[in-house]
């Protein structure tokens, strides 16, 4: 038997960086998914690291998450979570220890939750249950709040609808809004809401976690939701993620205080609203009672001019006013022609030969005729001398030129 030659010697880097080597050579430890429950925790605040070890009935495994992962969780991790965590298996070599260089980390069975959660979503959808979306009253006189009685959420729903419309009733139903029974409560106290004769009815709670949420997420509060005859407001406080009693309410706040402004009115805003309405229509009435007087001053004057007493008095006065024309042209007519025969009385008065013969002169007829010249005359004719007064008879001497 031959003797077996020695090894070589190697120092305990070497030993650590081989086994690191074989680690990352392996694709099967690359990218793994490890459930555990989170010990020795630490948070190193100055980094952001985070170490810790994950640990299972039989063993441990060592485990870290830099800070740049750590900023992306959705949960604070702490000893005694159980968890899952994805990464790389990796050797630190300073110590030799492997572990899991954790990239992502969420609670365990949140997978499944959230899987068993959108399938409830999809067939609550289906069945209609999303689908209810009732109007809220504008101006309710009573509202409903189921809450938890000593919760934040209660108090700052009161605050918010004693400041906007304190003239509102408001009914308290408690419930239990988290941890076991806590959907059982909250469903109940809806039913019992509908015997309060409430116009509105908000339910929920204030912020919380996924797990304090979880009552909101459950079918049997989207059913009693749904089943309510009551408009309803959800007010579960959480932002980010809309539940399935969100979904099934007739309107969503994301928090209480949001859904108290939502379920009534400024009182102020509306009292300013109704005086401002008051003014207009007011001015409005005004507006029409002119516009409706002066149609009728101006039916009334056009009846009057179509009356017949008024036809009667048009046609006086028009005939009046006829007869005072004519009777003006004729007394215009009648001087003219006064003063037209007064100059004609003169014309005629001044030809007159009696007017002449008047003055002392006197007419000669010879043969019936009247002499003009005495070419017309002979010596021994005898002639007529016709005066004002009377004629006389003469016989021509002689007759010549003068």
Not at 301 to 314: G, T
Not at 334 to 362: C, N, Q
Request: charged share 25%.
């Amino acid at each position: 038997m031959q003797p077996r030659s020695k090894p070589p010697i190697v120092t305990v880097s070497q030993v650590n960086r081989v086994v690191g080597m074989l680690i990352k050579g392996d694709k099967r430890l690359s990218d793994v998914m490890v459930r555990g429950e989170i010990v020795d925790f630490t948070n190193h605040y100055k980094t952001g690291h985070l170490y810790f070890t994950l640990k299972d009935e039989q063993t441990r495994l060592k485990a870290v998450m830099f800070a740049g992962n750590a900023a992306g969780l959705r949960f604070s991790p702490e000893n005694g979570d159980k968890v899952v965590c994805r990464g790389a298996v990796t050797v630190y070599e300073p110590n030799g220890v492997y572990q899991i260089n954790c990239t992502e980390m969420r609670p365990d069975g949140e997978g499944e939750q959230a899987a068993a959660l959108e399938a409830l979503k999809k067939r609550l959808s289906e069945e209609g249950i999303f689908s209810q979306k009732r109007p809220v009253p504008a101006m309710p006189k009573k509202i409903a709040v189921v809450t938890s009685a000593g919760g934040a959420a209660l108090q700052d729903i009161i605050n918010v609808i004693s400041r906007r419309c304190p003239i509102v009733t408001l009914v308290v139903i408690p419930a239990q809004v988290q941890g076991v029974g806590a959907a059982e409560s909250v469903a109940n106290a809806i039913k019992r809401a509908q015997k309060t004769g409430a116009d509105t009815i908000i339910f929920g709670r204030g912020g919380g976690s996924s797990e304090d949420l979880a009552a909101f997420n459950t079918e049997l509060v989207a059913r009693a939701v749904f089943d309510s005859a009551i408009p309803t407001i959800s007010a579960v406080g959480h932002e980010t993620d809309i539940s399935i009693a969100d979904m099934a309410a007739d309107m969503r706040a994301p928090t209480p205080s949001a859904a108290a402004e939502l379920a009534v009115p400024d009182i102020q805003m509306v009292l300013s609203a109704v005086e401002g309405a008051a003014r207009t229509i007011g001015e409005h009435t005004k507006r029409r009672i002119a516009e409706r007087e002066n149609a009728l001053l101006l039916r009334s004057e056009v009846i009057k001019a179509l009356s017949p007493q008024m036809r009667i008095n048009e046609l006086s006065r028009r005939l009046e006013s006829t007869f005072d024309s004519i009777s003006g042209k004729v007394h215009s007519a009648v001087a003219e022609y006064d003063r037209k025969l007064s100059s004609t009385a003169e014309v005629i008065s001044a030809l007159d030969p009696l007017s002449v013969l008047v003055r002392g002169y006197s007419v000669t007829y010879h043969g019936g005729r009247i002499v003009t010249g005495w070419e017309e005359l002979k010596k021994g004719d005898e002639v007529e001398l016709r005066f004002a007064r009377g004629s006389a008879r003469a016989e021509i001497i002689s007759a010549e030129r003068e």
